[in-house]
C-alpha cells in the first residue's frame, strides 16, 4: 500500500498493476525465469520506467500465486542485471533498461536520445596531443603530427553508460567542449558539413582498470564491452579514429545475420 505523500511509490503501483504476468506452470522454463523475462520485457518497452518501485515480494508472490523464492530470484536476476536496485527504506527501484545498439555508422548520442535514454555528456579532456603511431595510420597522418583529442562520459538517467576516447584531424571543425556537452559528435560533424560514409569497426571486451571503474560506476575486474573505429567521410578522408568503452552491465551490440546464398 503506497503512503500519503510517496509519489514515487504511488505511481509505481499502477504501472504494476497494469502488466498481465503469463506464467506457464507446465512449461520445463523456471517460474522465475518467466517473471523475470517479463519484467525485463515491462523495463524495455516504457510500461515499467526508471524510477518506479515494484513494490515487496510478499505482495507479488501472493498476487502471482508464487512462492516468496521464486519471487526473490527472479528479482535478484534483474538486480544482477543492473535493471533494478534494492535501496533500504525504499524497496526494489527500476533503474533502466540496457542500452542495445545497432551495429551501424551512428552516434551513441543520437542512438541514446531515439531510444528515449536521455543522454547527457561530461567532457573529461578537450586538448591537442601528438598522434601515436597507432592513430597517425588511421587519421593517414605522419607520427607525431598534432591530432585533437576528446575524451567524454556519456550518461543516461544519471548512471554512467560509456566512456568515449575520438581523435580527430586538427582544423576538421570547431569542438567547443559546452555544445560537446548538449548534443553528439556526429551531429556537430553533420552541421558542419561532413558527410559520414563508412566506416572499419572492431568490437571486444576486456576488464575494467581501477579508473575505468571508478567513472563507469562499476567494480575493479567488470566486464567492458569496447569498440575501436575509424570513420570516413564520402570522399574517403579519415575524419575520426575512436577508441570507446562501455559498461557489459548497461550496454549492448545488436547485430543481424544473413544467410549468405
Sequence with gaps: MAKTGDPARA???PALSTLDFALDRGSPVPLYYQLAQQLEAAIENGVL????LLGNEVDLSVRLGLSRPTVRQAIQSLVDKGLLVRRRGVGTQVVHSQVRRPL??????????????APATRVVRNETVPASADVAAALGLAEGAEVV???RLRSTHGQPVALL???????????DSARLESTGLYRMMRSAGITLHSARQTVGARSATADEAARLDEKEGAALLTMQRTAYDDTGRPVEFGTHIYRASRYSFEFQLLVRP
Excluded at 520506467?49 to 518506479?52: D, Q, S, T, Y
Excluded at 551501424?104 to 541514446?112: A, I, P, Q, R
Aim: net charge negative; charged share 15%.
Design 11 to 13: 505511481a509505481a503501483e
Design 49 to 52: 520506467a526508471p524510477g518506479n
Design 104 to 117: 551501424e555508422l551512428s552516434s551513441l548520442y543520437d542512438d541514446l536520445e531515439a531510444a528515449g535514454q
Design 149 to 151: 583529442l576528446l575524451e
Design 165 to 175: 576516447c575520438n581523435l580527430l584531424p586538427p582544423g576538421l571543425l570547431a569542438l
